[in-house]
């Protein structure tokens, strides 16, 4: 597996992981309107507005295999909500299914956490859905769980974010 970063012309095969994982990941977890929500075209938008868009130094990594197919991707940079904490933020790290537990996520993840340490943002925060499956990957990582919920929808279909933080420590 090649992990290089990400650039304008990878967008489609970004969205197309995106989708594609997210709803694998996420069917049965979150309310049907996520689910509903989470088109090609959203989500092409999305990676477009943020590759163009450089407010939170915006960064990308992507996982191809040999043949040149893009199968995953992490996408990184300054802490969104408070960009003037000096933390950095995982925004998500996703792999298509078939490509899940084999070491590529990992490998994603701490590329991340390298260049974010490099440039300053040794302090690290990911949000991650209260009910995903994958929340022991960052706990194997050494997240600490932080004692807080993000809830974002509208009443009634709400889902709830947790997150772990890496405090002054790389992965």
Do not use: C
């Amino acid at each position: 597996m090649q992990i290089r970063p990400g650039t304008v012309a990878d967008v489609p095969a970004i969205a197309r992981v995106y989708v594609d994982s997210w709803k694998a990941t996420y069917e049965g977890l979150m309310p049907e309107v996520f689910l509903k929500g989470m088109t090609d075209e959203a989500a092409l938008k999305i990676f477009t507005e943020s590759f163009q868009s450089n407010t939170h130094s915006y960064r990308t990594l992507v996982a191809e295999t040999p043949e040149g197919r893009l199968v995953g991707f992490t996408d990184y940079g300054q802490e969104r909500s408070h960009p003037e904490t000096g933390w950095g933020e995982i925004y998500g790290l996703y792999l298509l299914k078939d490509f899940q537990k084999q070491g590529t996520g990992t490998q994603l993840f701490n590329l991340a956490m390298e260049d974010l340490s490099r440039s300053g943002l040794t302090s690290v925060i990911v949000w991650v859905l209260d009910k995903s499956p994958y929340r022991r990957f960052y706990e194997k990582s050494g997240g600490k769980l932080k004692d807080m919920v993000k809830k974002l929808g509208p009443p009634g279909n709400q889902i709830h974010l947790v997150p772990y933080i890496w405090n002054n420590t790389g992965p």
